[in-house]
């Protein structure tokens, strides 16, 4: 019941950006990125880094990824939203509280028989050498890939490979998930609502709170699910508020 959506079988395109905070809100979204990536490794799920634009001092201004796995977008849709960190910023030399927020998007890898027809003329193609690690053969050419789709201000990007054609089909992959998601959410109000709740990466837009400092308490703003535990939470232990939000959303 929890799991009978129509793409929760279907692997997951997660993406993280950081949002207001600078260099606070760059190492938060870094800090998400290895949460998923534990849980992702504790569930037996792989998880492959698409594209990555690290911070200007430190952690990342984004990151794409695929995580592989049976009912990978089942449960990581629970994620979609703005996640709020308070906490005493180690970047701060007076040691004061700081508040970040970082913005978690989640589509499925949709079935590559499903046709969804783009035309060319809607494409801006653009290369450019990958900024991420990677090592030289990776950044020494301009093999990145970012599309553009025109009609719906839509990008994508990808870097991880070498080959920009290997790039670029990756790109087309996860922007005819987008667009298909797009159709989906104009029949289905799961979507719509899913993001909805994203809103703007800042004040009044959280679904989920993380406090580290001046006590330590994560809480689900949307189901209520809470835990004391921040730093197993931090480690990949998130599937209790998984769950938590697949009830929470079969009761709405």
């Known amino acids: 019941m929890m799991l009978n959506g129509q793409n929760d079988s279907c692997n997951a395109f997660l993406s993280i950006h ?3 905070g600078g260099t606070e809100s760059c190492d938060w979204a870094s800090m998400l990125l290895r949460m998923y990536s534990m849980w992702a490794e504790k569930n037996n799920f792989s998880m492959e880094t ?3 634009l690290p911070g200007d001092e430190a952690g990342i201004k984004r990151v794409a990824t695929i995580i592989k796995g049976s009912y990978a977008y ?6 979609i939203g703005a996640h709020r960190l308070v906490r005493i910023s180690p970047f701060d030399s007076n040691s004061r509280r700081h508040t970040s927020f970082a913005a978690v998007d989640v589509i499925p890898e949709i ?3 499903i046709d969804i027809e783009i035309n060319e003329k809607d494409l801006k193609i653009d290369t450019y050498r990958s900024s991420g690690a990677g090592g030289q053969h990776v950044n020494k050419t301009s093999s990145a890939v970012r599309i553009t789709y025109i009609p719906t201000g839509i990008i994508v990007q990808c870097q991880n490979d070498r080959s ?3 790039n ?3 790109a087309m992959k996860m922007l ?3 667009l298909y998601q797009i159709k989906e959410k104009e029949r289905e109000k799961e979507f719509s609502n899913a993001y909805d709740e994203k809103g703007d990466i800042a004040w009044g837009h959280q679904i989920r709170s993380y406090v580290l400092q001046p006590y330590t308490m994560i809480k689900d703003l949307r189901t209520g699910a809470e835990t004391a535990k921040t730093q ?5 232990e998130i599937d209790d508020f998984l769950t938590s939000y697949l009830k929470w959303k079969i009761g709405k």
């Open 18 to 20: 950081a949002g207001a």
């Open 50 to 52: 698409i594209d990555l």
């Open 74 to 79: 089942g449960y990581l849709k629970s994620e």
């Open 111 to 113: 079935d590559a028989e």
């Open 164 to 166: 920009q054609h290997k």
């Open 168 to 170: 670029r089909a990756t």
């Open 176 to 178: 005819k998930s987008k």
């Open 232 to 236: 197993s939470f931090l480690d990949g």
